[in-house]
């Protein structure tokens, strides 16, 4: 027989079927952490250790991520779109930074898909191995519910348009008769 027990609001999915409760200490470590883009340029300094095609794609991933989050920046102060009224939930609580800004696009989405792009742009398979890295970031930002799904996804997609330009453009500005 099924319970006559009210479902609390706060033990279930929301309407994009991700939980409400507090997530795991890594998700609000990780979305901490790539405030500002600290994230990406520790990934930068550790790529760039060697000489060689990993510290091209981590100064490329660095000039993309720059790009990226001020171009992201940009768009945010022109479309201010509303953040998830999600204030009072434990996954909200649960970031270290309370965000106050627009909320499209998610410069944390667009920034690491800049970064990431332009990495595999320039070495693949390095940029490979990020990708797991970059999409946990953005989950990150969906599970403390900091952004809508589409602030996350638009900030994907804009940043890996900005991170195959970027790319571009630093590998014409480096190859002579290009």
């Not at 300094?45 to 510290?55: E, N, T, Y």
């Not at 571009?168 to 008769?177: H, V, W």
């Amino acid at each position: 027989m099924p319970s006559e027990e009210p479902v609390r609001v706060e033990d279930g999915p929301d309407e994009n079927d991700l939980p409400v409760t507090r997530p795991a200490w890594p998700v609000t470590a990780l979305s901490a952490a790539a405030q500002g883009g600290l994230l990406w340029v520790l990934v930068a300094g550790v790529l760039a250790r060697r000489p060689g095609r990993r510290r091209r794609a981590a100064g490329h991933g660095l000039a993309a991520a720059a790009a990226g989050m001020a171009f992201g920046h940009g768009l945010k102060a022109v479309l201010r779109r509303p953040r998830p009224p999600a204030q009072n939930l434990p996954a909200r609580r649960a970031l270290l930074e309370k965000p106050r800004s627009s909320a499209f696009p998610s410069t944390h989405a667009t920034t690491g898909a800049a970064f990431t792009v332009a990495v595999a742009l320039t070495e693949p398979s390095t940029g490979a191995a990020l990708a797991p890295l970059a999409a946990a970031v953005c989950y990150s930002r969906l599970r403390t519910r900091a952004h809508w799904p589409t602030d996350v996804y638009g900030g994907v997609a804009i940043g890996a348009v900005v991170g195959g330009f970027v790319s571009r453009r630093l590998r014409r500005g480096s190859t002579p008769g290009r």
